[in-house]
């Protein structure tokens, strides 16, 4: 920026901003002129406006950070992120990219207009804060229930609500009340999800599994059961067990992890069930529909062939589901 006589200094200017992120009328305190501030934000200027009266001074797109400042200079002391925004500042990591667009909450009697970077949603259910990184964002059922309430895709959906579950950021039971107190706007999909993540499906390509395990004819397995071999040492976590003949069917992958070390104890574990005679078939996520026809013929046949093989010395427990502990509450299955 060109320095006039007489004119503040860029770099007391950008210690006054947040990230680069400021009030105009702040630039204006400062000693630039309100013409000066605007002209700059024009298209093709060193600046750019992020919401009314909040200013960039920097061209390209706003990092997270430094949209999530503008917002909360925008929404005002109160305000607060949530939504797909506050899910990956608390730590969940699957789900959908971070939408351009970031969603934030404001008490109802506040009137804070939306932009094209921010959606400010008005509540008369303002929660209590939790700090990430000095960001206030909604607590993490909160910001989830947020989130799939705009989200379609049922696939994004499950892998939102499974990670934040097995992530322990949150119960089903919580995301029930937060979809039951939100209204029942959006929560058609979600409540259906929740149930299935209640049964112990903690990933979408389970998800899938479950659904084509539907149609097999074969009983229903224990999901994401745990095993054990005789001296009670873990082998495993099953994604779906079949006690009664001992089979594990393993449905994760490479893909569906978060890191090559989560692939590596993969693999370790599907060695400890070899090594233990456990009866696995392992099932890569994309099959699940690609060729639904083949898997199914695949289950049937490996559920055969366990059946016939002597029982392996080991001994497996199914996953509590939330609802033993107290977690699912009533209108979750309205």
Known sequence: MRRRAGSPDPDDLLAAALDGVIRARTLVELGVEETTVYRR?????????????????????????????????????????????????????????????????????????????????????????????GFPLAPPARAVSDAVRRLRSRRDITELVSDAVQRGLCTVSELSTEL????????????????????????????????????????????????????????????????????????NSFAWHLAPEDYAREQEKRARFAAAGVNVLPTLPRRLRANSREVLAELRKAYEAAAASPRPRVWATPRASERQQGGLTGPLRQ
């Open 180 to 251: 039951t107190e939100g209204g029942r706007r959006g929560s058609s999909t979600p409540r259906s999800v929740l149930l299935d993540v209640s049964a112990g499906v903690l990933s979408a390509a389970e998800a899938d599994a479950k659904r084509l395990w539907a149609r097999s004819g074969l009983p229903e397995p224990w999901w994401n059961a745990r095993v054990h071999d005789a001296d009670g040492n873990l082998l495993g976590i099953a994604d779906a067990w079949w006690d009664d003949v001992c089979l594990a069917w393993e449905i």
């Open 41 to 133: 934000c024009r298209d093709g200027g060193p600046w750019q406006r992020l919401a009314p009266g909040i200013v960039l001074m920097a061209t390209g797109h706003p990092t997270p950070d430094q949209l999530a400042t503008a917002a909360l200079l925008h929404g005002g002391p109160e305000g607060l992120i949530t939504g797909l925004h506050a899910c990956h500042r608390h730590g969940i990591r699957r789900g959908p990219q971070l939408p351009a667009t970031l969603h934030m909450l404001v008490p109802h009697v506040r009137q804070v207009r939306s932009t094209e970077l921010m959606y400010v949603e008005r509540t008369k259910r303002l929660p209590p804060p939790v700090v990430r990184g």
